[in-house]
């Protein structure tokens, strides 16, 4: 394995919005729902994730700088990644988008029991906030409850059978 690049002098700095441009060889496209889901996001959560820039350029980070423009930020948490080469900055930026993709599958099992622990813990915040719709949050916890009933009771080992 080759030798890691030097991040050690990665920092945010907050950049204006206005300032930030969107890569032009950037291949990921964003619905404006997905764009509102991010503002949205944004709006629960807080910006939990900087955008990563070249100077002005958005390497990643297309969405939430839409979304923080819908939602009329003026500035935003970036990184300058200054340490890639051109062509790296190029090929992360479709590796980025394509690391969410092959990232892995859900544990559909612990995913319903989330779902309905914050359900649980607070009946009014909007579970959809976490990228499910209600009508999928609802299936996945109807699924646990039919688990649940389907799952065989021990056997009385109290008298011979």
């Known amino acids: 394995m080759d030798a890691l690049p030097n991040t050690s002098n990665l920092a945010v700095t907050y950049r204006a919005v206005a300032e930030l441009k969107p890569h032009q060889q950037n291949s990921r ?3 404006r729902s997905q764009i509102k889901f991010v ?3 944004l709006g629960t959560y807080g910006w939990t994730n900087p955008i ?3 100077d002005d350029n958005v390497i990643a980070g297309h969405a939430r700088l839409e979304a923080a423009k819908l939602l ?3 500035e935003v948490p970036t990184i ?3 340490h890639m ?3 790296q900055k190029r090929a992360y930026i479709i590796a980025d988008n394509r690391m969410n993709e092959v990232a892995g599958s859900w544990d559909r099992k612990i995913l319903a029991l989330e779902h309905e622990a914050i359900r649980l813990m607070d009946p009014s915040f909007d579970i959809s906030s976490t990228g499910f719709s209600l009508d999928d949050v609802e299936i996945m916890i109807d699924g646990l409850t039919l688990c649940r009933e389907d799952e065989a009771a021990a ?3 109290s008298h011979p059978p």
């Open 155 to 157: 056997p009385d080992r």
């Open 39 to 41: 503002a949205a996001s």
């Open 72 to 74: 009329g930020m003026v």
């Open 52 to 54: 990563l820039i070249d």
């Open 80 to 82: 300058c990644l200054s």
């Open 29 to 31: 496209a964003h619905t």
């Open 85 to 87: 080469t051109q062509v």
